[in-house]
């Protein structure tokens, strides 16, 4: 059956792959919270076990690309970074066991989690959901992939942000509470992952804010950097 649409259809964002003129096409960013015992510890938490994991969900068109320009988003005073080692899905899995949970990882890449702070203390303190705080224009910038294939699997490293040449964040991915097969493991018990789902697999400690005319750079050691200006 044939059919015409209501309105113009939009094209799925894009990330480019380190040595290739091929892309990759972005169909959904889930995120974990909660995966460096630092960072649970700076923003108030005392349990820094392996408990029941907090994921949230990002508009694929939340992603931009290394080097854009990022508008600094309406309805906050207090914008905060979130540097993260982000793992594109290439195939189709759930209730995946996390032995063979990487098997389903295409490449990865530098992301930050941009999170209007003010917002998620103002829905943690009420009870309510996190939406607005982490998902809006542009909200989601991710760098360039590394292919597991020329790459392989990243385990440990140093992950690191700066603002205007200022070190903010600074650790190790062997840190993590959870590894990145861990998170795909577990997030595939909730929901089947696709071929272009990215995953954000969580901050260390260290974010803080970020103001109209700040430079951000950030990197994950043999993976690659990001930069972006906020605007």
């Known amino acids: 059956m044939t059919y015409g649409l209501a309105v113009a259809s939009w094209e799925a964002p894009t990330l480019p792959i380190r040595g290739s003129a091929i892309r990759f096409p972005v169909?959904?960013?889930?995120?974990?919270?909660?995966?460096y015992a630092d960072h649970i510890r700076e923003m108030g938490g005392t349990d820094v076990s392996a408990e029941a994991a907090v994921f949230f969900i990002k508009p694929a068109d939340c992603v931009v690309a290394d080097g854009a320009k990022v508008a600094y988003p309406p309805m906050t005073a207090n914008?905060?970074?979130?540097?993260?080692?982000?793992?594109?899905?290439?195939?189709?899995?759930?209730?995946?066991?996390?032995?063979?949970?990487?098997?389903?990882v295409y490449g990865y890449a530098v992301g930050v989690d941009l999170t209007r702070r003010d917002l998620q203390n103002a829905a943690r303190d009420r009870?309510?959901?996190?939406d607005?705080?982490?998902?809006?224009?542009?909200?989601?910038?991710v760098g360039a992939l590394a292919r597991v294939e020329s790459f392989g699997h990243p385990q440990r490293g140093r992950i690191w942000l700066e603002v205007d040449g200022q070190m903010r964040q600074q650790a190790d991915l062997n840190q993590m509470i959870r590894t990145t097969a861990e998170v795909i493991a577990e997030l595939s018990r909730y929901i089947a992952l696709k071929p272009g789902?990215?995953?954000?697999?969580?901050?260390?400690?260290g974010v803080g804010p970020i103001a109209r005319g700040q430079k951000v750079r950030c990197g994950i050691e043999h993976v690659g950097?990001?930069?972006f200006d906020v605007v």
């Not at 914008?79 to 389903?104: K, M």
């Not at 009870?127 to 996190?130: A, L, R, S, T, V």
């Not at 607005?132 to 910038?141: N, T, V």
């Open 197 to 205: 789902d990215i995953v954000f697999t969580g901050t260390p400690a």
């Open 27 to 35: 169909r959904r960013v889930f995120c974990i919270g909660k995966n």
């Open 225 to 227: 950097e990001l930069t």
């Open 132 to 141: 607005m705080a982490k998902s809006f224009d542009q909200a989601a910038p």
């Open 127 to 130: 009870g309510g959901p996190w």
């Open 79 to 104: 914008l905060h970074h979130e540097v993260e080692l982000v793992a594109a899905i290439g195939r189709e899995g759930a209730n995946v066991p996390a032995d063979q949970a990487l098997s389903l």
